[in-house]
């Protein structure tokens, strides 16, 4: 599975593994990042990424 997150400077990345709170808090600014979509390929994530540009 890949997990795509919006970071609280709002990029977007991949995950592996899903994330838990404390792994998507931000050490900086205390925001947390955001699960954003599940997806079963990394073709898929990178489609769904890329549709944000």
Do not use: P
Not at 12 to 26: G, K
């Amino acid at each position: 599975m890949f997990y795509v997150y919006e970071s609280c400077l709002g990029n977007l990345y991949t995950s592996t593994e899903e994330l838990d709170y404390e792994d998507l808090r931000c050490n900086r600014c205390g925001d947390s990042d955001r699960f954003l979509e599940e997806f079963e390929t990394e073709h898929e994530a990178e489609k769904y990424i890329s549709s944000f540009k």
